[in-house]
């Protein structure tokens, strides 16, 4: 079902109200039949209500190169203010929050809102990229250090250039669970066609994020 959020961010909604809500933050191309996919999978799969948000609403028609120099303008207030609004319509004794890539980066962010139960960020970046800072723009690490870290687990590829070595240790450092997979690049759980895909790896981190989100 597709719906407005207050602010007039797109989303999409899938299952029905229950006990457990779940808000989805996509990867850099937002809103798309892959993240749709992933939202009415999880529904069912989960047994929970899920919202997909979309990151770059009034700008859908944007190709890759126009998100990537538009995010230095993307404002955390809007997108966690989203995320917020996504877990008030979804409702449920617990509510958890996921992302990827971007919106991984987000999802940690979301620490600090003090609004979700538990937190799974899929490679997320942990500090921003030098392209994509702005003046509203705050770092995931001080996100983290407002809120609750011990919310939010990590899932980490080893290869992946967009969490280095140095950036996870701090990671850790700030009380977030990590979990790293050896020999994985960005981007290798929630997209089948990229040529990071891990299917066996896959597989364990959706097992890890339900069990962190729901035992």
Not at 67 to 86: I, K, S
Not at 128 to 136: C, E, K, M, V
Not at 146 to 164: C, H, K, N, R
């Amino acid at each position: 079902m597709r719906t407005t959020l207050p602010s007039g961010t797109p989303a999409e909604v899938f299952g029905e109200p229950g006990n457990r809500g779940l808000v989805v933050v996509p990867d850099i191309f937002g809103l798309r039949p892959l993240s749709e996919s992933i939202g009415a999978k999880l529904a069912d799969e989960w047994s929970c209500r899920v919202c997909v948000v979309e990151l770059y609403p009034g700008l859908e028609h944007l190709d890759l190169e126009g998100r990537f120099e538009a995010a230095a303008d993307m404002e955390d207030e809007r997108v966690l203010g989203d995320m917020t609004a996504a877990a008030d319509l979804v409702g449920g004794e617990r509510v958890g929050a996921i992302g990827f890539c971007m919106g991984g980066m987000y999802a940690l962010k979301a620490a600090s809102t003090r609004r979700f139960d538990r937190i799974v960020p899929f490679y997320g970046m942990i500090k921003i990229p030098p392209a994509w800072r702005g003046p509203s723009q705050g770092e995931p690490l001080d996100h983290v250090a407002g809120g609750d870290a011990s919310t939010v687990m990590a899932v980490i590829g080893e290869l992946d250039a967009y969490t280095p070595p140095d950036a996870v240790a701090d990671l850790r450092a700030a009380g977030v669970d990590v979990v790293s997979y050896e020999g994985a690049e960005h981007g290798f759980v929630h997209d089948p066609d990229r040529p990071a895909h891990r299917p066996d790896d896959a597989a364990d981190a959706w097992r890890r994020a339900s069990e962190w989100l729901w035992d």
